[in-house]
């Protein structure tokens, strides 16, 4: 063969075996994150650590926010990291990412030459006509952006001329460092990377912070340990301790580091069927262990009493979160759920209203009121009718037992006539519904409302948060819904 | 022999009908004409470098109109000699014969035979880069000769050179065609030339060929 | 030299001297800000040197991708740009212009854009469902985010740059040969690789030179459609723009130099061969 020929066949078979050699022999698939440039540093060594503690690598592709946005569309990433929270907001917004945590707060202010040789003090000085000032490109970096609002609540936009202005933070630091001007406005975590400048803080931009959030991306091929590098890198005791050795101000939030964390929830038993599935899905998305304890309120309460600790408290009512209430974070109510009365099919003893229960010779079945919030919600409900005292004196009442599913049961196996419990107990089997008639009640105290609230001391607050945000995402509510709860928490905006 | 018959040939706008003439075998062929009136191009629709519309080409008694350039036993020596600068003087004498499979011994002996007959025996291993223009001419001849071709083709080879040269030329070109019983077909603006050269004389009037 | 054409040299050379001396003073600028600001050892974790630089191994990695990518990419380039430097200089096409335009675009595309579109190219095409990019990964290959997507980012661009010389060289040289060489009893395709690609090989060397520098320099599409990761598909394009925007400026003026160091060997390396070899690639 002409050896040009023979030459060039020669390359192209070097080519193809050197360029097809260029792949990973390990099992383990590296996670890709997208990072912001301004971060490299404590990013790179966050990623190290974790590599050497628990051998999965992560590639990690640096670039402007901006550019880096770009790329989430193309469904080949796993985590995203942006310089500021605008931008993993916008990527929610797009659809682009699922989780977020909090990684730090940044604040801006002043960089200037080292020994602030101009004197620049306050925000006013921006007016200074002796002084070149950079910013950010307004419609192009968040720091641009919100330079331009805190300028303008103190009425120091109009009129001011920026000597020049840049589409990222970083070219605003490298051009106060080539001292081409004299002071720049950028982020602080920023200006710490940059150890020949100088900081000023003013009270204006002090008062409001901006933080930066990490995302896990929707499409994520592999959302367990994108989430669980996640956790590692916003952990109080891993990953925000090497941010904080950089200059930035950690969130204050932040959960301890654990390879597989535990969460102790403690849980009204009705709530059981409508959160066992969220409990479900939660655990195999982020690889953690949620360990419910599942028990009538009163219990539950007496136990955090004698000094159980749990992470979070679903109650079943809000008289039973407010007894414990110093323990936990401001709660939010959920759900609502209607007591109703059972009956058995076709309502042989004619009981149709709560006056009714006053019959000769029925077998009526309640909770305990003091084991459980159903007990006491009964209670409570028969007095404001004044029915309860009448109620109790006819015998009827066999010893209480202390959930409503237990009541369930009873009716079902014809051991009782008539119980108080919740809808949900009701429609928590399908077999159930065959067996009773539901009898509604309706009266004002009939309804128990039902509060989620982290517990104080919580070593995973956020990854509590994680598991509440997914209980109140559609497909949690529709759990709730199914089970005949109604929703009582408002629609976010 | 080489023989045209009512040959029509296109280049650009330009057109060449009806041609019709034959030089026989072992004869020494002139086709005269102004610069520019279309000599060039019957020679390359001879050689088979440009399309013919029309008529047909016979090579020692073979239509050849339809063949490749290499399969109709011509050798052509283009005007400036188009000679390949990265190559020895032996490289092109061994060129077509190496093209052509000839084995390696074989070719040697007819590069030395060749070079011994063109006086090229000293620059075998020059490049063409700083011979003289009748050394170059006479490299470009070797290399049509190689495999000893039935036809041998040339375009004003002797335009470009001086006197001395002229006169050295013409008498190598004589010789070695008719020791070696070649067909020649030579196009010439000079009838100085042709008449130095050729047997037979052609010209070009007016797009047709005559004979002289 | 009669006095007349004094004027006219010195004229000439004072344009060349111009912009040779704006391209050296950059350089010294770039050196003495280096130099200045990065010892050469420092035993401060905090601060840059230049054994620091050297010896980081995503910096020594970063230079071994791109010496053999950028070679990679000039071979690649010139396997597409000779044939087809060819055809647009020997052949007649309908659509030739169109062709012609098109072979064109990369230089004017903006660089980021040519990443851009590489990056919806193999991801998002062909429209709904499996990209090709999903199709290559199933055969075990992998482009976006790789080595290989550094390849045809710094080829998409380097080429476009090759077929303009070798087309250029072409017309330079006259059919004849090919001709000739037809008429010995070579076909088309043998007289291409026999006559016409040694005698082009000077314009040959320029493309290819001009890829790998081309290939060197460019760091817009790599950027988006290789990602700079350190240790995968980091180049010292992308290292200088990363320590950029890091603000490491000196780190980054380093790098720049040694680039261009490497660079210029390459380049008079080639040259020297160049002239080794006059009057030939193959010898004969």
Known sequence: ?493 | ?212 | MSKSDKPFLAAISSLAAIYLLLIVLMLVADAIYGFRAVPFSSDDPDKASLVKIFTDKAVINSIKLTLFSCTVSAILSLIVAVPTGYLLSRYNFPGKLLVDAILDIPIVLPPLVVGLSLLLLFNKMPPGGTSFEDMLNSLGIEITFNVAAVIIAQFSVACAFSVRTMRNTFDQISPRTEQVAQTLGCSRARAFFSVVIPESWRGISTAGTLAWTRSMGEFGPILVFAGTIPNKTEVLSSTVFLEITTGSLETAVIVSLMMVTIAVVVLVGVRMWDRKNEGGLYHG
Not at chain 1, 117 to 126: F, M, N, S, W, Y
Request: charged content about 25%; hydrophobic content about 40%.
């Open chain 1, 1 to 493: 063969m002409h050896p040009i020929l023979r030459n060039f066949f020669l390359v192209l078979t070097a080519l193809a075996f050197a360029g097809c050699g260029k792949k990973d022999g390990t099992d383990t698939k590296p996670l890709v994150m997208f990072c912001a440039a301004g971060m490299k540093k404590p990013v790179t060594a966050i990623a190290k650590q974790y590599e050497e503690e628990y051998g999965i690598p992560v590639e990690i592709q640096f670039g402007g926010s901006g550019t880096l946005l770009a790329k989430l569309d193309i469904g080949k990433g796993d985590i995203y990291l942006a310089g500021d929270s605008s931008y993993t907001d916008l990527a929610k917004e797009k659809g682009h990412v699922a989780e977020t945590m909090g990684v730090a707060y940044m604040r801006a202010g002043f960089a200037v030459a080292k020994g602030n040789p101009k004197g620049i003090a306050a925000l006013a000085d921006v007016k200074r006509s002796d002084l070149k000032i950079a910013i950010g490109n307004p419609g192009a970096a968040s720091v641009g952006k919100f330079t331009k609002k805190i300028l303008s609540k103190h009425g120091l936009w109009d009129g001011f001329e920026p000597t020049v202005t840049f589409p990222t933070v970083n070219e605003i630091a490298n051009t106060v460092k080539l001292g081409t001007v004299d002071a720049g406005i950028i982020w602080d975590a920023v200006a710490s990377q940059y150890s020949d400048l100088d900081f000023v803080n003013v009270p204006e931009f002090e008062a409001e912070k901006k933080d930066i959030t990490v995302g896990v991306l929707t499409d994520s091929k592999q959302p367990t340990e994108a989430l669980k590098f996640c956790r590692y890198l916003t952990a109080k005791d891993k990953g925000l301790m090497v941010f904080a050795a950089d200059g930035y101000e950690p969130v204050e939030t932040a959960d301890m580091w654990a390879k597989t964390p535990e969460v102790a929830l403690f849980s009204g038993a009705m709530l059981r069927p409508a959160i066992e599935k969220s409990i479900e899905k939660f655990e195999a998305r982020e690889g953690v262990k949620i360990n419910p304890t599942y028990n009538g309120c009163g219990i539950l309460v007496s136990q955090m009493k004698a000094g159980e600790t749990p992470d979070a408290y679903f109650s079943c009512d809000q008289s039973f979160m407010t007894m414990v209430e110093e323990r936990f974070s401001k709660p939010t109510t959920v759900s609502a759920n209607e007591m109703v009365m059972l009956v058995k099919k076709g309502n042989p003893e004619s009981v149709l209203t709560l006056p009714d229960l006053k019959k000769d010779g029925l077998k009526i079945g309640f909770s305990h009121p003091k084991k459980s919030a159903l007990g006491a919600l009964t209670q409570r409900l028969l007095e404001s009718e004044g029915l309860y005292k009448e109620i109790m004196d006819t015998g009827n009442v066999v010893p209480a037992s202390a959930t409503g599913d237990f009541l369930v049961n009873q009716i079902r196996s014809n051991a009782l006539d008539v119980v108080i419990v919740y809808r949900s107990n009701a429609m928590a089997n399908t077999g159930s519904t065959a067996d009773v008639d539901i009898i509604e009640i309706n009266r004002p105290k009939s309804i128990a409302v039902q509060p989620f609230a982290i517990g104080q001391g919580s070593a995973h607050p956020n990854l509590v948060r994680r598991f509440y945000e997914t209980f109140v995402s559609e497909a949690g509510k529709a759990e709730f819904l199914k089970y005949g709860f109604r929703w009582e928490l408002a629609e976010e905006n």
């Open chain 2, 1 to 212: 022999m080489v023989r045209i018959e009512n040959l029509t040939v296109r280049a650009g706008e330009f057109e060449i009908t009806d041609v019709n003439f034959e030089i026989p075998e072992g004869k020494y062929g002139v086709l005269m004409g102004k610069t520019g009136c279309g000599k060039t191009t019957i020679l390359e629709a001879v050689c088979g470098l440009k399309n013919v519309t029309g008529g047909k080409i016979f090579v020692s008694d073979r239509d050849v109109t339809n063949e490749l350039p290499g399969r109709r036993g011509i050798g052509f020596v283009p005007q400036d000699g188009s000679l390949f600068t990265t190559k020895t003087v032996r490289k092109h004498l061994a060129f077509s014969p190496k093209v052509r499979g000839w084995k390696s011994d074989a070719i040697a002996k007819r590069v030395d035979e060749l070079a011994a007959e063109l006086g090229l025996t000293d620059l075998l291993d020059r490049k063409p880069h700083g011979l003289s223009g009748g050394e170059r001419q006479r490299v470009a001849l070797g290399r049509a000769l190689a495999v000893k071709p039935a036809v041998l083709c040339l375009d004003e080879p002797l335009s470009a050179l001086d006197e001395d040269t002229h006169a050295e030329m013409v008498e190598l070109l004589k010789r070695v065609t008719a020791e070696n019983g070649i067909t020649v077909l030579h196009i010439t603006h000079s009838r100085r030339e042709a008449e130095l050269v050729g047997d037979l004389q052609f010209r070009i009037e007016d797009g047709r060929v005559i004979g002289v």
